[in-house]
C-alpha cells in the first residue's frame, strides 16, 4: 500500500513510464450500516472498468475477488492486468 500519494506523484510516474498500464483501485461504501460495499477495478489506458459487490469491506473479501479472477483467466490474461502500481 502506498500512503501519502499525490495526483503530481502520479503524473511524474506516468511520464517516467508512458508505456505502463494504469488500474486504479476503489471501495465505494454507502452509510456504516450497510456492510456491503462496491470494488471498482479501473483499467485507465483502456477506459474500461470490474466492478464486485463485496459482502463487507475487508482484506479478506478483495483478496476473494483476485483469487476469482485467477481462477476465470488464464496465466497469461491474468499477468496482463498489470497490479504492479
Known sequence: MHLNRLFVDY???KAKQPG???V???VIESCKLIKTCLLTLHF???RFM???LLP???SEHVTAVFKYLQTILTVAEYK???WSW
Open 24 to 26: 486504479q483501485m476503489d
Open 80 to 82: 496482463k492486468l498489470n
Open 11 to 13: 503524473i511524474r510516474f
Open 44 to 46: 485507465i489506458d483502456i
Open 20 to 22: 505502463v498500464a494504469v
Open 50 to 52: 470490474l466492478i464486485f
Open 56 to 58: 463487507e469491506k475487508t
